[in-house]
């Protein structure tokens, strides 16, 4: 059966989120660390951990090149004290948070490299970092005792990245669709639930959606920008980030990636194929998309949306999930 989660952007309202969020029965919240937008992930986790009660919550995903494996290892330690068994923690190559500061997503060996590190310290183990050797040195009760057990997950989307999630961590966070072969698959989704007889390009859907739409205009300018005039209405977008400075064009782009369109250029995102490209129906379309991603190998869903109406999002995606 599959469980039911809701991703939740860091920032001034995200707490009073998740206490709707564990009200109407989702198992978890997850938190994307996506600092140039909004609050510290770390915070935030903790400021849920302390107002909640039974929901499940965690970072999805981490981006290692921002903290030392020493501090996320302590991160980790002190949110599974606060909460003991409520913590889950997945970890990315960082698309989002990296082309916002102008670079590229991290390799995958650096993946490696950070999960594994951050692993050994929980455990209890003496890690070699930067030449160095480290331990967790926390004296008996200022730290949960070694091992620190908590679920660590990663997003991929490639073959590599996937082969390398299955090695490494107890399961995979997937963008879109699901993956066979792993224990824990969850599903990570954007969109909107519409309601009967309304269209995608109503003032309330086209609002909520073009954030989330035009995450593929904002990955495919990273990636190869002339690729942009192949979306829709693309050439007229390509055109207004082009009329920004170049050497700033990056940070133009990504303001206020996957929560608004402040940035000047995503106004003109078409948000027609929005059935097609993201996680959107009436209740009954997305009940049937669900039976489809669990029939796929998917064991878990992370409802998300833009940071339009979140409140009627969450009640919306709650009755599409039939919780309580």
Same mark, same amino acid.
């Given at each position: 059966?599959?469980?039911?989660?809701?991703?939740?952007?860091?920032?001034? /309202? @995200?707490?009073?989120?998740?206490?709707?969020?564990?009200?109407?029965?989702?198992?978890?919240?997850?938190? #994307?660390?996506?600092?140039?937008?909004?609050?510290?992930?770390?915070?935030?986790?903790?400021?849920?951990?302390?107002?909640?009660?039974?929901?499940?919550?965690?970072?999805? %995903?981490?981006?290692?090149?921002?903290? /030392?494996?020493?501090?996320?290892?302590?991160? $980790?330690?002190?949110?599974?004290? $606060?909460?003991?068994?409520?913590?889950?923690?997945?970890?990315? @190559?960082?698309?989002?948070?990296r082309a916002g500061m102008g670079q590229k997503p991290l390799t995958l060996a650096a993946m490696r490299t950070h999960i594994v590190q951050v692993k050994a310290l929980l455990r209890?183990?003496? *890690?070699?970092?930067?030449? !160095?050797? *480290?331990? $967790?040195?926390?004296?008996?009760?200022?730290?949960?005792?070694?091992?620190?057990?908590?679920?660590?997950?990663?997003? !991929?989307?490639?073959?590599?990245?996937?082969?390398?999630?299955?090695?490494?961590?107890?399961? +995979?966070?997937?963008?879109?669709? #699901?993956?066979?072969?792993?224990?824990?698959?969850?599903?990570? @989704?954007? !969109?909107?639930?519409?309601?009967?007889?309304?269209? %995608?390009?109503?003032?309330?859907?086209?609002?909520?959606?073009?954030?989330?739409?035009?995450?593929?205009?904002?990955?495919?300018?990273?990636?190869?920008?002339?690729?942009?005039? &192949?979306?829709?209405?693309?050439?007229?977008?390509?055109?207004?980030?082009?009329? &920004?400075? %170049?050497?700033?064009?990056?940070?133009?782009? /990504?303001?206020?990636?996957?929560?608004? $369109?402040?940035?000047?250029?995503?106004?003109?995102?078409?948000?027609?194929? *929005?059935?097609?490209?993201?996680?959107?129906?009436?209740?009954?379309?997305?009940?049937?998309? +669900? *039976?489809?991603?669990?029939?796929?190998? &998917?064991?878990?869903?992370?409802?998300?949306t833009s940071g339009y109406d979140v409140e009627r999002e969450l009640r919306a995606y709650a009755q599409v999930a039939a919780l309580r």
């Amino acid at each position: 059966m599959l469980t039911y989660d809701f991703r939740l952007p860091p920032g001034p /309202h @995200t707490v009073e989120y998740a206490l709707l969020a564990e009200e109407l029965g989702f198992r978890a919240v997850w938190c #994307p660390e996506v600092p140039a937008f909004g609050h510290d992930i770390w915070v935030t986790l903790a400021r849920i951990a302390e107002q909640t009660k039974r929901l499940k919550f965690g970072p999805a %995903v981490l981006i290692p090149s921002y903290r /030392h494996p020493m501090a996320q290892a302590s991160a $980790i330690a002190t949110l599974e004290q $606060i909460a003991p068994g409520r913590l889950m923690v997945g970890f990315g @190559t960082g698309f989002t948070g990296r082309a916002g500061m102008g670079q590229k997503p991290l390799t995958l060996a650096a993946m490696r490299t950070h999960i594994v590190q951050v692993k050994a310290l929980l455990r209890g183990d003496v *890690a070699e970092i930067d030449g !160095g050797l *480290a331990q $967790i040195l926390a004296s008996e009760g200022w730290l949960p005792d070694r091992p620190i057990d908590v679920p660590i997950y990663m997003a !991929g989307q490639g073959p590599r990245a996937r082969a390398l999630a299955k090695e490494i961590t107890d399961g +995979l966070i997937s963008l879109g669709g #699901p993956a066979e072969g792993f224990e824990t698959c969850l599903v990570s @989704t954007n !969109g909107t639930v519409l309601d009967d007889g309304e269209d %995608v390009t109503s003032p309330r859907a086209s609002a909520a959606l073009k954030p989330l739409i035009a995450l593929a205009y904002h990955h495919r300018y990273t990636t190869d920008p002339e690729s942009v005039k &192949a979306l829709p209405n693309g050439e007229a977008w390509l055109a207004s980030v082009e009329r &920004a400075d %170049v050497k700033f064009r990056h940070l133009s782009v /990504h303001r206020g990636h996957n929560l608004d $369109i402040s940035n000047g250029h995503d106004a003109l995102v078409d948000v027609s194929a *929005a059935k097609q490209t993201t996680f959107t129906g009436t209740r009954d379309e997305l009940r049937e998309r +669900l *039976a489809q991603l669990e029939a796929g190998g &998917a064991t878990g869903i992370i409802f998300g949306t833009s940071g339009y109406d979140v409140e009627r999002e969450l009640r919306a995606y709650a009755q599409v999930a039939a919780l309580r």
